[in-house]
């Protein structure tokens, strides 16, 4: 048993709440009371509020983090970029890039992380001798590096409406959706461990077969089913011409629009898929910093969430790692969108970013409660970047940064890393792919 005391607590609907005392016994919470810090509890002084969930991380892109930058063009040459960095990982170096991509995540007070893994296979599209070598390699990364993980195994058929799969796309696929589900049940089997989820991932409808949609979905039923919907305008004009409709739609008329399901993306949709999304009460994950970063455009956030569905947030491809950037990229994006302020409360984007998002990832945690996942995250209420603003959740969301989180606690144990030893680990695993 291990108690915390906290000087200024967010307790959810209350709010911050001042001398919040904290129960832990492993790792969950057992008790919380407002008092006086009893003896001998470690005091964690500033605002603590639930550690973040990032609900869609690709580890690997990390390695792409100011090497892109300069380039013209859209997500899909950028795509290419990404596509040469794929093809040189194997089980020993995605290990230790997802390593120290999931410390530098830990070490902003990221708790969990939902992977939407792709990447299966060997050169050429050949299993490894352990089909699941790739994605044991993640979750082992994760673990070491203390965050809950949700594995999102992807399902990955075609190259953009039926095409096959060519050069490194060959990794991402199985050839067969009978084929991928027979893989996953297996890693499924042999993953056991309360902090790990295993989920289902359809890539996008462009490389799911709508003939394979229900099999993808069905294959691990309670558990979370995630998908890149509508990020691309091509992908809706492409829809359109082979099936008649949008993304949305396809996956509706499949029956995928369901409260498990997580849209990341949903960038580009019409009214009517905003009412499927809304009426299935379906997550909606966006990730801002990668939105902006390739240029994809802005999503209906508001509009989407006043529809019925539910935010969630992730870093993607980890232009920036950031959540408290993200929580407020929703809204300063919404007012360039909309040409007005105050679409979203800091109170409803730090939800987005703990209770939503670990419950779209099979967690039940972001929340200072008995029964949650015992994440603790601190931030400094005094830095030159918080100070006077009220301490507060628009402290939290409109002003700090991941370089004020002072303490973390993730699942029940504290997270102690060396920023410098972090930066010369990323640079090391960074330089064995892309070089110096």
Not at 246 to 267: C, D, F, I
Not at 305 to 334: C, K, N, Q, W, Y
Not at 396 to 422: C, H, K, N, Q, Y
Request: glycine share 10%; aromatic share 6%.
């Amino acid at each position: 048993m291990t108690t915390y005391w906290c000087e200024r607590a967010w307790l959810g609907s209350r709010g911050f709440v001042d001398g919040v005392v904290v129960e832990v016994d492993g790792t969950h919470i057992t008790g919380v009371t407002k008092g006086a810090a009893p003896p001998r509890a470690e005091q964690l002084p500033g605002l603590t509020i639930p550690g973040f969930a990032n609900c869609h991380s690709h580890a690997f892109h990390r390695a792409l983090r100011g090497r892109t930058h300069q380039q013209r063009g859209d997500f899909w040459t950028w795509r290419e970029t990404m596509y040469a960095v794929a093809d040189r990982l194997d089980p020993d170096t995605y290990y230790a890039l997802a390593l120290a991509t999931y410390r530098e995540m830990a070490l902003t007070g990221i708790t969990a992380v939902g992977e939407f893994h792709y990447l299966h296979h060997g050169p050429g599209g050949a299993p490894y001798d352990d089909a699941n070598a790739m994605g044991y390699a993640v979750v082992q990364a994760a673990r070491d590096a203390g965050l809950r993980i949700a594995l999102l195994d992807a399902c990955y058929l075609s190259a953009g409406f039926g095409g096959e799969p060519s050069g490194v796309q060959r990794r991402f696929s199985d050839g067969s959706v009978d084929a991928w589900r027979d893989r996953v049940a297996t890693l499924g089997r042999d993953v056991a461990d309360p902090a790990v989820v295993v989920g289902a991932a359809i890539h996008s409808v462009r490389a799911v077969p709508h003939t394979a949609l229900g099999a993808v979905a069905s294959a691990l039923p309670d558990a979370p089913l995630h998908v890149h919907l509508s990020e691309q305008v091509a992908e809706n004009t492409a829809c359109l011409e082979r099936h008649g409709c949008t993304p949305t739609q396809l996956l509706a008329v499949h029956g995928e629009l369901t409260e498990r399901l997580s849209a990341v993306h949903a960038t580009h949709l019409t009214a009517g898929d905003i009412a499927l999304l809304g009426q299935a009460q379906s997550n909606a994950c966006f990730c801002p910093t990668t939105e902006r970063d390739l240029a994809d455009g802005i999503g209906p956030s508001r509009r989407l969430a006043d529809a019925g569905a539910t935010l969630t947030l992730g870093s993607d491809s980890h232009a920036v790692i950031d959540m408290h950037e993200e929580m407020r990229a929703v809204e300063l994006d919404e007012r360039l969108s909309a040409g007005r302020r105050g679409s979203w409360a800091a109170a409803d984007l730090l939800h987005a970013a703990t209770a939503g998002g670990h419950r779209s990832l099979g967690f039940v945690a972001g929340e200072i409660a008995p029964g949650a996942w015992a994440d603790l995250v601190t931030l400094d209420a005094g830095s030159p970047r918080t100070a006077g603003t009220g301490a507060d959740a628009d402290t939290v969301v409109f002003a700090a940064t991941a370089a004020d989180v002072t303490a973390v606690i993730a699942s029940g144990r504290r997270v102690e890393l060396d920023p410098a030893d972090l930066g010369r680990d990323l640079t090391r695993s960074i330089s064995a792919l892309t070089g110096p």
